[in-house]
């Protein structure tokens, strides 16, 4: 297994080259992820970077004892861990376990990174996942839409003095609702306040209505507003283009390989929305939930697959409107045929539950 020496990090690291080895009765999977001999897990918010995840732990001795002399290794099931991927030269996606929400590094050429979307339940991964990619400085901090899970860690930023970018539609819709969302996601974790003295709601504070360009030393981004009338997943809905590298970040327009929260959108108006998407161009695609996808081929199929669970879904959801079909079927109807393989699946429930009650939580 080949071991690269990494550069640019401040100290010597080593670093696992990016492949996965299948072996008979096991699979190791090598994350693009670099570790110091000194290494540890941070303990704050149960962050769980490893290098490596065994399907298997019944290794050859001689290859586990040749593993762990590289490096610290990880024994948790592969899918409680997040996973830096390396999705170009210059990008890194933090993808979410189980279908949590995916974070995206762009690395520019002087070390300053430009950071898509934060959590600060999820901080300490946020930074580590900085840190092993060796920037230097987060130099904007970009929100693709106003939920809690992509903008929370706003004011952590802000208080160390980046620049936060939002649409107009997302600010818009912090200000009528993040208030209340922000203490209702929180309330299960008070001791986020304690951790972060004055922690609040914070909104960007760079603005553009419908698309707008951000420049770093080797780094283009075009983004572009695509909340069709205001309102699609949410009513910040934004895309990234990395011009020099063609890589598309799609934000919670897309999910991929998991059951897609609906209960904050509008349905139709997030079809409309998708179907441009099927003629960008890219190279590399990061969902805002679920794996990375490689090739515009690629990603016009899983935007296809978006876009016929949403037609199918808001059809059955008008069935029982009109009383033609039960919660219940339409339930177990997304959790069949094609619809089996995907992750997330209590999803499904509470976006029916929404759709009866219009409560979201």
């Known amino acids: ?79 409680m861990e997040s996973e830096v991927k390396r999705v170009s030269n210059s990008v ?41 990619t060796g920037c230097a400085k987060v130099s904007y901090l970009v ?21 936060i970018v939002g649409s ?30 004055g922690l609040r709601l914070t909104l960007p504070d760079v603005v553009f209505a419908d698309a707008t360009k951000l420049t770093l030393p080797g780094v283009t981004l075009h983004l572009k507003y695509c909340a069709e009338r205001g309102h699609s997943h949410s009513k910040g809905d934004t895309t990234i283009y990395f011009e020099e590298e063609e890589v598309l970040i799609a934000g919670d327009l897309l999910y ?14 997030w079809l409309t929305s998708i179907k441009p998407l099927f003629e960008t161009h890219y190279k590399q695609l990061v969902p805002g939930h679920g794996p990375a996808v490689e090739g ?21 959801l008008l069935e029982i409107k009109s009383g033609r079909k039960s919660a219940d079927e339409v339930a177990a109807h997304m959790m069949s045929g094609a619809y089996s393989v995907l992750g997330k699946t209590r999803m499904v429930q509470r976006n029916i539950n929404q759709f009866l009650t219009g409560k979201r939580y």
């Open 1 to 79: 297994m080949p071991v690269k020496q990494a550069s640019g990090f401040g100290c010597s690291i080593r670093k696992l080259a990016f492949t996965s080895l299948s072996l008979p009765r096991a699979e190791i999977q090598i994350n693009p992820i670099a570790l110091d001999s000194g290494y540890r897990r941070p303990r704050r918010n149960g962050v769980q970077f490893h290098v490596l995840n065994f399907c298997d732990s019944k290794l050859p001795r001689s290859l586990k004892s040749q593993l762990e002399s590289h490096c610290r290794i990880g024994y948790l099931p592969r899918s």
């Open 168 to 197: 107009a539609g997302c600010i818009g819709a912090m200000e009528a609702d993040g208030e209340s969302d922000f203490a209702c996601m929180l309330k299960p974790m008070p001791e986020l306040y304690d951790r972060f003295s």
């Open 256 to 269: 991929t390989e998991v059951h897609p929260v609906t209960f904050f959108g509008n349905i139709p108006n």
């Open 296 to 316: 515009e081929k690629q990603g016009r199929a899983y935007f296809k697959k978006m876009y016929d669970y949403l037609e199918d879904f808001h059809g059955n």
């Open 92 to 132: 890194y996606g933090v993808i979410g376990p189980e279908g949590a929400t995916n974070f995206a590094i762009l690395k520019a050429n002087d070390g300053g990174a430009v950071l898509i979307d934060a959590d600060i339940r999820r901080i300490d991964e946020v930074e580590e996942a900085l840190k092993l």
């Open 143 to 163: 929100n693709t839409h106003e939920h809690f899970h992509h903008t929370s860690a706003n004011f952590y930023f802000s208080q160390r003095g980046v620049p």
